[in-house]
């Protein structure tokens, strides 16, 4: 306990029931694990909330109580053992169907879920999961995939739990609940049995260790460490500084520089635009790049062909290139297509030297999941870092990229990106699923790759 808490407790333990103390603050002494400390600290960081009521101090725990700039209460229990927090929670007293009985554990099992989905860092909701046999399905998707989807959205945004009911069926045995927010919701199945439930204390995350055995490539990229392992090329480049290469000035004859650098593709030339196609095996998904070279006194000037019609809320690059934005409002669409291109052209020129002029998208927080035998996570300070790091792997690889599945969530826009990179010469695929998400001011402002890598070529 700390001083200012035992200077408290050393005049009131023995004579009442509750204390209230003006503007409490915990300190690092009163948990009993630094973890939990850390926990308390990364909530209040992403809280976004003051707290003017005092906080509560009582025989079982803690109550604090803060309020959100909407005017929304946002009420905190921190049970407690000889005077040492030993858990934290957001209570859920008044958002249950009143149709539904839980438990005191199955309250704090939740109250616990959504205290550590609402901090800062995804590591506290992450432990939780691994050390618990939790089910959660959110937006179709189920547990890890679930997670990391609802991690990403919520990244900077608390989940604001508002009413909690029963799905109408339990999970072998399971109590299945649903968490509604004013525009969105989700479904926890809590573990069967709760008294064995855990918390954990220290972090317990699993990295990838590149502990194994490297074949090395041909050719040595800037330094990167090279191997014939997607899997191994991310874990043992991750971090490392890697920066487009400027070649506005080094290309003498552009049309050579495409022949060589998309080989794959045919090429034909409009006046300053420049038709890159390529034959698809792939059903509605192109890799079809479009382009305007310029040249001025420095050398040339590369950017995407911005050439498009639009049919209603659907965008039409050409018979067999189309992006189908039904679920937006057209107001919404006519802002957003002029940069759907360029992501289009930006995906499609992975593994290729005009990524180089293409590349945008610096500076947006990225999360990507490696599925493979095992799973791994990785988190980016900038998409521009992740396709980089991808673009040296698929040397002379054809991308094919689509977007589909534009909606509205939470009043912001989110659409989904397919990926597929494709060993012309070899039998295997990698493929992806990207998920942007947009600001208010309809600029990329979060983005989540499920990364498959070395899948069969089918027939």
């Not at 948990?31 to 992403?46: E, G, I, P, T």
């Not at 060589?260 to 038709?275: K, R, V």
């Not at 002379?396 to 397919?418: A, C, Q």
Request: aromatic share 14%.
């Amino acid at each position: 306990m700390s001083n200012k808490m035992k200077k408290y407790f050393s005049i009131f333990s023995l004579l009442i029931i509750a204390v209230t103390i003006n503007a409490y603050e915990l300190q690092k002494e009163d948990f009993y694990q630094v973890y939990n400390y850390a926990l308390y600290r990364s909530w209040l960081q992403k809280s976004n909330s003051r707290t003017d009521v005092p906080t509560s101090f009582t025989v079982n725990g803690i109550t604090q109580i803060y309020t959100q700039a909407s005017g929304r209460e946002i009420i905190t229990f921190f049970p407690w053992s000889q005077h040492k927090v030993s858990n934290l929670i957001e209570k859920i007293e008044g958002f249950t169907d009143s149709s539904l009985q839980l438990t005191s554990a199955q309250e704090a099992f939740i109250g616990a879920f959504l205290y550590r989905l609402n901090a800062a860092d995804s590591l506290f909701v992450n432990e939780l999961f691994a050390a618990n046999e939790i089910g959660l399905t959110y937006h179709g998707n189920q547990n890890d995939l679930a997670l990391n989807m609802l991690w990403n959205r919520y990244r900077y945004y608390r989940y604001d739990c508002n009413y909690i009911k029963a799905t109408s069926q339990e999970e072998n045995g399971r109590l299945s609940l649903m968490l509604y927010t004013r525009q969105d919701s989700l479904t926890l199945i809590l573990p069967k049995d709760l008294k064995d439930f855990t918390f954990p204390m220290e972090s317990e995350v699993k990295f990838y260790s590149p502990e194994i055995k490297i074949e090395p490539r041909l050719e040595q990229d800037f330094g990167l460490v090279s191997t014939n392992s997607l899997v191994q090329h991310i874990a043992l480049n991750h971090g490392k500084t890697i920066n487009r290469e400027l070649l506005h000035n080094k290309i003498d004859n552009f049309t050579d520089f495409l022949k060589t650098d998309l080989q794959n593709h045919s090429l034909s030339i409009t006046g300053n635009t420049y038709i890159l196609q390529k034959d698809s095996d792939q059903i509605n998904i192109s890799a079809d790049l479009r382009i305007d070279k310029f040249d001025n006194q420095d050398g040339i000037e590369v950017y995407p062909n911005r050439d498009y019609e639009l049919e209603s809320k659907v965008l039409i690059l050409d018979d067999y290139d189309k992006v189908n934005m039904s679920g937006l409002e057209q107001v919404e669409v006519e802002k957003i297509a002029p940069f759907i291109t360029s992501l289009l052209y930006e995906h499609r020129s992975l593994g290729s030297n005009l990524l180089n002029f293409l590349l945008v998208h610096d500076n947006v927080p990225t999360t990507l999941i490696i599925h493979c035998e095992d799973r791994f996570k990785y988190e980016f300070d900038s998409y521009a870092e992740l396709l980089l790091l991808l673009s040296k792997f698929w040397n002379k690889r054809v991308i094919y990229f689509g977007l589909s599945d534009f909606r509205k969530v939470n009043d912001y826009i989110e659409f989904k990106g397919i990926l597929i990179a494709d060993e012309t010469s070899g039998e295997q695929q990698d493929f992806a699923e990207i998920w942007f998400h947009l600001s208010r001011d309809y600029k990329i402002d979060l983005v989540m790759m499920i990364l498959y890598p070395e899948n069969q070529k089918e027939g």
